[in-house]
């Protein structure tokens, strides 16, 4: 993964100096040099860099007054340059990356560089999770009732699909509903009392307020002294029946 970087300096050779030691670096790509900051704002606007190296001592505008003139959303990650180490409390008040001293040490610039790159990847990894969040989201509401065929699961980066029939029972968890499936349990972010809405109501049942089971995967049915049921699945797990679900429950399988 590249991250284009713009180096904010109104030093020429102080510029040149931050380009020559990202050379090492083939994952961080200058796309600009600005010598003060109403240009940098200018090609920060236009660039939409991932990182920039800002020196703080500038003439008109410093460091700081550039990035209060920059929208929060425009703002990249930064890293401070500057001779003096007075501004580091403040450069981390403004959420900076990292803060290098002049001369520059070649140990503190790999050290920056290295953290810098880590938050970008995390911010990169937090966007892509947004975006198969609502990709996800749009994959179950597009489901007609009663039709759900295939479930979609996210698993970090990767989106992976189990199919209805593959499912043996579903349990509530908070906000997310749990796919039991061949021993394994898959989380989707889901209510229980939504995706009921989208199964097959021949195939699959409600038989408490945070269990759903498919019916043929249920083997054998014993009542308590209270009405309430247990069912033992195929593969041996218990799942208890309660009252209010009992009846409806004895019909399906009177039923199928």
Same mark, same amino acid.
């Given at each position: 993964?590249?991250?284009?970087?713009?180096?904010?300096? +109104?030093?020429?050779?102080?510029?040149?100096?931050?380009?020559?030691?990202?050379r090492? #670096?083939?994952?961080?790509?200058?796309?600009?040099?600005?010598?003060?900051?109403?240009?940098? /704002? %200018?090609?920060?606007?236009? &660039?939409?860099? +991932?990182? %920039?190296?800002?020196?703080?001592?500038?003439?008109?505008? *410093?460091?700081?007054?550039?990035?209060?003139?920059?929208?929060?959303?425009?703002?990249?990650?930064?890293?401070?340059?500057?001779?003096? =180490?007075q #501004?580091?409390?403040?450069?981390?008040?403004?959420?900076?990356?990292?803060? !290098?001293l002049?001369?520059?040490? =070649?140990?503190r610039?790999? $050290?920056? %560089?290295?953290?810098?790159?880590?938050?970008?990847?995390?911010?990169? *990894?937090?966007t892509?999770?947004?975006?198969?969040?609502?990709?996800?989201?749009?994959?179950?509401?597009?489901?007609?009732?009663g039709?759900?065929q295939?479930f979609?699961?996210?698993?970090?980066r990767?989106?992976?699909?189990?199919?209805?029939?593959?499912? $043996?029972?579903?349990?509530?968890?908070?906000?997310?509903?749990?796919?039991?499936v061949?021993?394994?349990? &898959?989380? !989707?972010?889901?209510?229980?009392?939504?995706?009921?809405?989208? /199964?097959d109501?021949?195939?699959?049942?409600?038989?408490?307020?945070?269990? %759903?089971?498919?019916?043929?995967?249920?083997? $054998?049915?014993?009542?308590?002294?209270?009405? +309430?049921?247990?069912?033992?699945?195929?593969?041996?797990?218990?799942?208890?029946?309660?009252?209010? #679900?009992? *009846?409806?429950?004895q019909?399906?399988?009177?039923?199928?």
């Amino acid at each position: 993964m590249t991250y284009r970087a713009i180096v904010v300096d +109104d030093e020429p050779l102080a510029r040149r100096g931050i380009i020559s030691r990202l050379r090492p #670096y083939p994952q961080f790509e200058v796309i600009g040099e600005c010598g003060n900051g109403e240009d940098a /704002l %200018i090609a920060i606007s236009e &660039h939409r860099p +991932d990182l %920039i190296f800002l020196d703080v001592q500038m003439p008109e505008m *410093d460091g700081f007054e550039m990035l209060e003139n920059l929208p929060p959303e425009e703002r990249p990650a930064v890293i401070f340059l500057t001779a003096f =180490d007075q #501004y580091a409390l403040r450069a981390f008040d403004v959420h900076a990356a990292d803060y !290098l001293l002049k001369p520059i040490d =070649d140990e503190r610039f790999t $050290e920056a %560089i290295d953290r810098v790159q880590r938050l970008l990847q995390m911010e990169k *990894d937090n966007t892509l999770g947004e975006r198969l969040e609502s990709l996800l989201s749009d994959l179950h509401a597009k489901r007609p009732a009663g039709n759900q065929q295939r479930f979609a699961i996210r698993n970090g980066r990767r989106i992976f699909f189990i199919t209805a029939n593959e499912v $043996e029972w579903i349990e509530a968890q908070g906000d997310y509903a749990a796919l039991h499936v061949n021993g394994k349990t &898959h989380l !989707l972010r889901e209510p229980l009392h939504i995706l009921e809405r989208r /199964l097959d109501a021949a195939t699959f049942i409600r038989i408490h307020r945070s269990t %759903i089971v498919r019916l043929d995967r249920i083997s $054998e049915m014993q009542a308590l002294a209270n009405r +309430d049921c247990l069912l033992r699945l195929k593969d041996g797990t218990t799942l208890r029946v309660s009252r209010s #679900y009992s *009846d409806r429950l004895q019909e399906a399988l009177s039923g199928s």
